[in-house]
């Protein structure tokens, strides 16, 4: 089982960055996904979740309006979309993928850093 995300930068404010989680070694479509961040010496914060049968989304009320997360079933990838950057959005971002408590699973993360 593996996630690779990839995507993280460093941006200006009000930037843009999107990105991406490559999924492998499990069947992608049975599990719900989610990008979550953390900050150093912050807790790690759920940004964004898509269902399992890809019919619902949720956002964080920080990030409402401003990301926008999407599957491709058929790559086993999953974005998300990140307007509007503000400088509290720097972190590293994680992509999970969950079935079960036993079946749930995480990728390294990918670095994201939002400063002039």
């Known amino acids: 089982v593996q996630l690779v995300e990839s995507g993280g930068g460093l941006v200006q404010p009000g930037g843009s960055l999107r990105l991406s989680c490559a999924a492998s070694?499990?069947?992608?479509?049975?599990?719900?996904i989610h990008w979550f961040r953390q900050a150093p010496g912050k807790e790690r914060e759920l940004v964004a979740g898509i269902s399992s049968a890809g019919d619902s989304t949720n956002y964080a009320d920080s990030v409402k309006g401003r990301f926008t997360m999407s599957v491709d079933n058929a790559k086993k990838t999953v974005y998300l979309q990140m307007n509007s950057l503000k400088p509290e959005d720097t972190a590293r971002y994680l992509c999970n993928a969950y079935r079960t408590r036993s079946n749930n699973y995480w990728g390294q993360g990918t670095q994201v850093t939002v400063s002039s």
């Open positions: 070694g499990f069947t992608f479509s049975r599990y719900a």
